[in-house]
């Protein structure tokens, strides 16, 4: 199994990026695919997920401007993120699991670093 993040890199606040996760040896229709971001000296946080079936959930600090979807044709979930703020700087991960409601504990990518900064 492996995931591959893209599309991090250095924007504006105010900005946008939209974050891809590639997926191979498991398939987008019988697993759920969060997005995390790690801030250096935070802890690891979860911001989304989108589940097999499509459902989607959200961290309230992120609700409104971060949304995700999948295209299970690709086995390609994305991130698309507006309005960006400096702390929203983070290497940001995806990551495979049954449930949304359940922590990664197997399958993650190796991250893309986001830096929102003037």
């Known amino acids: 199994v492996q995931l591959v993040e893209s599309g991090g890199g250095l924007v504006q606040p105010g900005g946008s990026l939209r974050l891809s996760c590639a997926v191979s040896?498991?398939?987008?229709?019988?697993?759920?695919i969060g997005w995390f971001r790690q801030a250096p000296g935070k802890d690891r946080e979860g911001l989304s997920c989108?589940?097999?079936?499509?459902?989607?959930y959200y961290r309230d600090s992120v609700k409104g401007r971060f949304t995700i979807s999948k295209d299970n044709a690709k086995n390609t979930a994305y991130l698309q993120m507006t309005s960006l703020k400096p702390e929203d700087t983070a290497i940001y991960y995806c990551?495979?699991?049954?449930?949304?409601?359940?922590?990664?504990?197997?399958?993650w990518g190796q991250g893309t670093q986001v830096t929102v900064s003037s």
């Open positions: 990551a495979a699991v049954l449930y949304c409601t359940s922590w990664p504990d197997k399958y």
């Open positions: 040896g498991i398939t987008l229709d019988s697993y759920a």
């Open positions: 989108v589940s097999s079936d499509g459902s989607t």
